[in-house]
């Protein structure tokens, strides 16, 4: 019998996620941000305690998700050589700091970037209110299998975006991030030993392990909050491309533009000087921009 082909992975049958989430996982997903590092500072207390407590937008991409579907060996995937490329968050109401939801995934394209090249998977997830059937918000992610390219199917498509304006950024945050902080963001769903395990790590060609990309798209996602009338919690669209690897102990450094209802940003690693997310795009109120 031949190999499975992530060719055939648009279609694959990927059973609905079930969370029952409270005050505490809120609470835990903003301390995997780094939030609260501040003493003195209780501009942050609003993320980690339970009196006002407030949910960071992003953290929608942890509730009802599991990324088990992509070691399913039926799918194709080297889940060994799978990382993160890109997310796009929308929300439909603002997140709740507990609730019980659910999700549905589906896969809506493979693009073939060549051989040693590797291969995009273009996924959707929809989370719903679970009292109700109303739906919360959704992902769109994209993850690059690395070593599944050379299939001979078609190849990708660059998100849209309108590009970085031509003057320096009205806002900029530094976030000095903790050495430990990706074992903490991990106890939130994502269990990726690329991110834990040393010598995952290195199998993978990396110096050390590395913090998640929605880890910094969500200490982003603060910064931006910080410039906003409504703070974070008016955030509804958050989105960018994740261009460059990073890691814990560094200070990620967010750029930030506003233009009329939407918001430009890119985040770059103030230690090597990378980019480390760009194309980044968010917006508020209900108007959905990324």
Same mark, same amino acid.
């Not at 992530?6 to 995997?32: C, K, M, N, T, W």
């Not at 998100?159 to 990706?182: C, K, M, N, V, W």
């Not at 990309?213 to 509804?236: D, E, F, K, P, Q």
């Not at 690693?269 to 980044?280: A, F, L, N, P, Q």
């Given at each position: 019998?031949? &190999? ?14 079930? +969370?029952? @989430?409270?005050?505490?996982? %809120? ?9 609260? +590092? ?25 509730? &009802? ?6 070691? /399913?060996?039926?799918? =194709?995937?080297?889940?060994? +050589? ?9 929300? %439909? ?46 992902? /769109? ?6 070593? !599944? ?20 950024? /009205? @806002? ?7 050495? =430990?902080?990706?074992?903490? @963001?991990?106890?939130?769903? /994502? ?27 969500? $200490? ?17 669209? $958050?989105?960018?491309? @994740? ?5 814990? =102990?560094?200070?990620?450094? *967010?750029?930030?533009?506003?233009? !009329? ?7 770059? %690693?103030?230690? *090597? ?18």
């Amino acid at each position: 019998m031949s &190999a499975p082909s992530i060719h055939h992975l648009v279609g694959f049958e990927i059973p609905d996620q079930y +969370q029952d @989430y409270d005050e505490r996982d %809120s609470i835990l997903y903003a301390l995997g941000l780094g939030m609260g +590092q501040l003493v003195g500072d209780s501009s942050e207390l609003r993320y980690v305690y339970e009196k006002n407590l407030t949910a960071i937008p992003t953290q929608l991409a942890v509730l &009802a998700g599991s990324s088990d579907w992509m070691r /399913d060996t039926r799918t =194709g995937i080297c889940w060994e +050589q799978l990382v993160a490329l890109s997310h796009d968050l929308r929300l %439909s109401r603002p997140l709740s700091a507990s609730g019980k939801v659910y999700s549905k995934t589906v896969v809506e394209n493979v693009y073939d970037r060549g051989i040693g090249r590797g291969a995009i998977i273009k996924w959707k997830r929809v989370v719903y209110d679970a009292t109700n059937g109303e739906e919360i918000g959704t992902i /769109d992610g994209q993850a690059l299998a690395r070593g !599944d390219g050379g299939f001979g199917g078609e190849p990708p498509i660059r998100r849209e975006f309108p590009g970085i304006p031509q003057r320096q950024p /009205d @806002y900029i945050s530094e976030h000095r991030t903790l050495p =430990g902080q990706a074992l903490i @963001y991990r106890l939130s769903g /994502d269990w990726n030993p690329l991110h834990a395990d040393p010598e995952v790590a290195r199998e993978a060609g990396l110096e050390a392990p590395i913090l998640h990309g929605l880890c910094n798209l969500g $200490i982003a996602a603060v910064a931006i909050g910080r410039t906003l009338v409504g703070g974070v919690g008016s955030l509804m669209a $958050i989105g960018g491309r @994740y261009s460059s690897i990073f890691f814990p =102990g560094d200070s990620l450094r *967010t750029e930030i533009w506003h233009e !009329d209802s939407a918001v430009l940003f890119r985040c770059i %690693s103030c230690r *090597t000087k990378h980019v480390v997310i760009e194309d980044g795009l968010a917006s508020i109120a209900n108007v959905h921009g990324s």
